[in-house]
């Protein structure tokens, strides 16, 4: 026989026993709504982020190019049945070209303002600090130290050349860590595999058998004087343009653009020698009967 007070203390303990599967209920409730809620969509990047992201991908895309290059020419100042005789003249072309090429990424990634994202600006500052060194030391460099050693100055410019690879982690590492980051690298058309710059800008190469386009100014070579001109270049001849004195040599595939302190020999259109801020030149176009030339101030 049960007592009534047993009783009592029983059906309190099933009620205190469901009043606890009650709660766990309440709560399993909860962190299931919490599960499901959809996460917080990512803003989209300023044109600003775009741009700045964008100007990175050229400045990198620019040294990987210009290390394979310079691998490229150091290859064929070693291999005496590539260059020949001509090991001395590819040294010094090589020597001028290859400090403006540094100094021009210097200079953009100098201009480049902060991104507002410190993981990518302080990238931006230790890529800057790498170009920077290495231009500091170019700029001791003469093309006219090929003369003595034309081999082993390039294998020394060709060295620093080579460590201008991105700082670690890279851009396209930071990326993965930022929404806003990605966001602006999947923008930014600069960052795209295989993207060209000159792909929309370039036009189809002239028939080398063909006739040259006419140039704006002709023969006259006076024009060139203030550092803008278009001229066409039919056999070796000295220009001056905005204070600067190049003798310009066409040849069938190439032009060489010769001055006091450097050589340069560009094939085909669309090569450009500069010479610091005073002078660019362009080949407009180029066959066996000459080159049309195109000079300007940076």
Not at 43 to 50: A, I, T
Not at 138 to 164: C, F, T, Y
Request: proline share 8%.
């Amino acid at each position: 026989m049960v007592k009534r007070g047993s009783v009592a203390v029983v059906a309190a303990g099933l009620v205190l026993a469901v009043g606890g599967c009650g709660g766990g209920t309440d709560e399993e409730t909860g962190a299931s709504g919490k599960a499901s809620a959809k996460p917080t969509p990512t803003r989209p990047p300023s044109k600003e982020l775009v741009k700045w992201v964008g100007e990175m991908c050229v400045q990198t895309s620019a040294l990987k190019d210009l290390r394979a290059e310079s691998a490229a020419d150091l290859k064929q100042i070693r291999n005496p049945d590539e260059a020949g005789s001509d090991a001395q003249f590819f040294a010094v072309s090589y020597l001028s070209r290859t400090p403006l090429a540094v100094d021009d990424v210097e200079s953009a990634l100098t201009d480049l303002d902060p991104s507002g994202v410190p993981a990518a600006d302080r990238l931006r500052n230790a890529l800057l600090k790498k170009v920077k060194g290495v231009a500091d030391h170019l700029d001791e460099v003469s093309p006219i130290d090929a003369v003595d050693d034309a081999e082993g100055i390039v294998a020394d410019v060709d060295k620093r050349v080579q460590s201008l690879t991105p700082p670690q982690p890279d851009l396209l590492a930071l990326t993965q860590k930022d929404p806003q980051l990605a966001a602006a690298y999947k923008r930014a058309e600069q960052c795209a595999p295989g993207w060209n710059p000159d792909e929309e800008a370039a036009s189809p190469s002239p028939d080398p058998t063909g006739p040259l386009p006419k140039a704006a100014d002709g023969k006259n070579i006076d024009a060139c004087s203030d550092g803008a001109c278009e001229v066409l270049v039919t056999s070796p001849v000295w220009i001056t343009a905005n204070g600067v004195d190049v003798h310009v040599t066409p040849g069938d595939d190439s032009v060489t653009f010769e001055t006091p302190s450097s050589v340069m020999r560009l094939g085909g259109q669309g090569g450009v020698a500069k010479w610091g801020d005073d002078l660019k030149a362009t080949v407009v176009a180029q066959n066996k009967d000459g080159a049309v030339l195109k000079f300007t101030i940076p």
